[in-house]
């Protein structure tokens, strides 16, 4: 058996992106003041500096493989915290589907179901669901498989991957 994996990185949002800025603004301004003499400024200076540098360095990825017919899923914080995301075996997939396609569109609009979005969030991509069962009952998992990744479920399963 052999292992492939996908690595997609999630987009920052834009208000975050504006407001890493914003903050990283206010506390340089508020630095400054600080070395005029205004000392009032100072938790403005530090907590404004702190949360720009820790938004600044917040980023996501997702790990997407298959191995051993399972897939996983994992997040990874910073390029270096590995958190696992739970995943499926094989017997537990129903179907593995673009999303919004007819084939899963029953598992879509049920509002039951347990969804979890794995994506990057560009506009572009194309997005994938699983939908799954489990002892909760239904989940969907949205991911960003590529073609790689795809061929490797199909070689043993097939019929439960729509393209």
Do not use: W
């Not at 129903?94 to 979890?116: C, F, G, L, T, W």
């Not at 699983?130 to 909760?136: C, E, L, M, R």
């Not at 795809?150 to 070689?155: F, G, M, W, Y």
Request: charged share 25%.
């Amino acid at each position: 058996m052999f292992e492939v994996y996908v690595l997609v990185e999630k987009k920052k949002p834009m208000f975050l992106s504006i407001f890493t800025v914003f903050s990283l603004v206010m506390g340089g301004i508020s630095l400054l003041a600080l070395m005029l003499g205004l000392f009032i400024f100072l938790p403005t200076a530090i907590l404004g500096l702190l949360l720009g540098y820790f938004l600044h360095t917040r980023n996501y990825e997702f790990e997407y493989s298959f191995f051993d017919d399972e897939i996983r899923f994992a997040k990874i914080i910073n390029k270096s915290k590995r958190k696992k995301i739970k995943g499926y075996k094989m017997a537990e997939v129903v179907a593995i589907a673009p999303m919004n396609d007819p084939s899963v569109h029953q598992y879509e609009n049920n509002k039951a179901a347990q969804v979890r979005r794995l994506t990057s969030g560009q506009q572009d991509a194309k997005v994938y669901v699983i939908v799954a069962n489990s002892a909760d009952g239904v989940e969907l998992t949205y991911f960003e498989p590529d073609d790689r990744f795809l061929d490797a479920v199909c070689t043993r399963f097939g019929y439960k991957v729509r393209r």
